[in-house]
């Protein structure tokens, strides 16, 4: 089976995973997509028929901002996730935009070492199934003939996955529901893919606690040449919390409310990414490194902020293939006189 995998590879990263180590240490859970996850994306479509990826990565960090004047700089959080997802693409336009649809299932391994995987109130070590990740509507527009290209959609997590503890975060699963608009534009053209991705994590609450994270914007940013069938270049990312948690006193059992936990953090990483075109297949790695990282709670004073993000290192692999294409329309027969 032959398929465009260079076009696919164009759009497998919009679905991607969702896994946010904070869950094993924090109560405010920072984002539910994982940042990068539209590295090597753009907001091009593949041909009709339904595509597969399998994506796989481990990220490796540690704790950093002001908590860590207390516990140290060397507590450790590492994930390795596994993610299935399927990429449907029946052939329709809408406003003369290409339509498609995404469904991602992630599994997800982590870990904490250091200082707060001997306070019993942290699991150490959590395994399952994290929420559903599903995109209804992508659809992706073409500005004529200069190369470049726009796509929008909405993706959502259910909540749906391994949910354990007082406060529903003691597993992988998250028990809200997010709503991530996202908007990608790109430049496809001579073997160039210039793609800058935007989207943003809206939260309801967690059911079990109350509590409401705050809106996480995420950008990645692609910049790819392809010559032959290798594709290389560098690759970044940032993701920053930009509006605060909530937690009303009468719905939230959270004990001191967002007061312990960070209300705005940013993370930037920078690195590369190479993939080959075997044909009916394709693989992709990229990895990064975080260079830039904080965290703050400015409700409280300084002294007493016990606010941390993980910073580290991730690297991503995504192999992807078309695991069905509609039939072509049969040939007219030659008749002859």
Request: hydrophobic content about 45%; some cysteine; proline content about 7%.
């Amino acid at each position: 089976m032959k398929s465009n995998i260079k076009a696919l590879l164009a759009v497998a990263g919009l679905a991607a995973f969702a896994f946010s180590p904070a869950n094993a240490f924090e109560g405010g859970v920072q984002w539910q997509g994982k940042p990068g996850a539209l590295i090597g994306a753009s907001a091009g479509v593949p041909p009709p028929g339904i595509y597969m990826f399998n994506q796989v990565f481990t990220y490796q960090t540690n704790l950093v901002g002001p908590l860590t004047n207390v516990i140290g700089t060397h507590t450790g959080v590492q994930a390795a996730v596994d993610v299935q997802g399927f990429l449907f693409v029946p052939g329709w336009t809408f406003l003369g935009a290409t339509y498609d649809a995404v469904l991602v299932q992630p599994f997800i391994m982590a870990g904490i070492s250091g200082p707060l995987n001997l306070n019993p109130a942290f699991a150490g070590n959590i395994s399952g199934v994290h929420n559903t990740y599903f995109v209804p509507v992508e659809l992706s527009w073409k500005l004529g003939t200069s190369g470049f290209a726009v796509k929008t959609g909405l993706g959502i997590y259910a909540p749906d996955g391994t949910v354990q503890g007082p406060f529903g975060l003691s597993n992988v699963g998250n028990p809200w529901w997010t709503f991530i608009p996202e908007v990608i534009v790109s430049y496809l053209a001579n073997g160039w893919n210039l793609t800058a991705a935007f989207q943003e994590e809206f939260n309801t609450k967690n059911s079990v606690d109350g509590y409401t994270t705050g809106d996480i914007f995420r950008a990645d940013f692609t910049v790819t040449k392809t010559i032959g069938k290798w594709t290389f270049g560098p690759v970044a990312y940032y993701v920053g919390q930009v509006s605060n948690d909530s937690c009303p006193a009468f719905t939230c059992t959270v004990a001191g409310g967002t007061l312990g936990n960070a209300q705005r953090f940013n993370l930037f990483a920078v690195g590369g990414l190479v993939e080959y075109n075997f044909g009916p297949a394709s693989l992709s790695v990229w990895a990064t490194q975080e260079v830039i990282g904080n965290a703050k709670n400015a409700a409280v004073p300084a002294a007493a902020d016990v606010s941390t993000i993980t910073q580290g290192m991730t690297v991503f692999a995504t192999l992807s293939y078309r695991i069905w294409a509609p039939e072509a329309p049969a040939a007219a027969p030659m008749i002859h006189k």
